[in-house]
Nanobody, 118 residues
Framework: QVQLAESGGGLVQAGGSLRLSCAAS????????MGWYRQAPGKQRRLVAT???????NYADSVKGRFTISSDNAKNTVYLQMNGLKPEDTAVYYCNAAMAPFYSVVYWGQGTQVTVSS
């Protein structure tokens, strides 16, 4: 059974950095798509970044050039390095696993809070 566990959230000042981690069980990174989404209070959950088959990355326009998604197959962990954080990045960040071939079966972690103060 797929299980995802996020960590690394916290409170940081604007301009600072955080690295989120998502430890995954029963997911083969080389075959599936891993991602990070975020949900701010009163707003819909939105895509932040994805990495497919451990190689192909995709980013929301709002985080391009500031955030980097990566995966470590040996540790079965996905990371989100966040630099140049802004107050508008404040949200609960969720790890997501979407199963190949159609990515219609998805799993979610419990989320980790990121708060950026101005």
């Amino acid at each position: 059974q797929v299980q995802l566990a996020e960590s690394g959230g916290g409170l940081v000042q604007a301009g600072g950095s955080l690295r989120l981690s998502c430890a995954a069980s029963a997911v083969i990174f080389s075959k599936n798509r891993m991602g990070w989404y975020r949900q701010a209070p009163g707003k819909q959950r939105r895509l932040v970044a994805t990495i497919t088959s451990g190689e192909t990355t995709n980013y929301a326009d709002s985080v391009k050039g500031r955030f980097t998604i990566s995966s470590d197959n040996a540790k079965n962990t996905v990371y989100l390095q966040m630099n140049g954080l802004k107050p508008e990045d404040t949200a609960v960040y969720y790890c997501n696993a979407a199963m190949a071939p159609f990515y219609s079966v998805v799993y979610w972690g419990q989320g980790t809070q990121v708060t950026v103060s101005s």
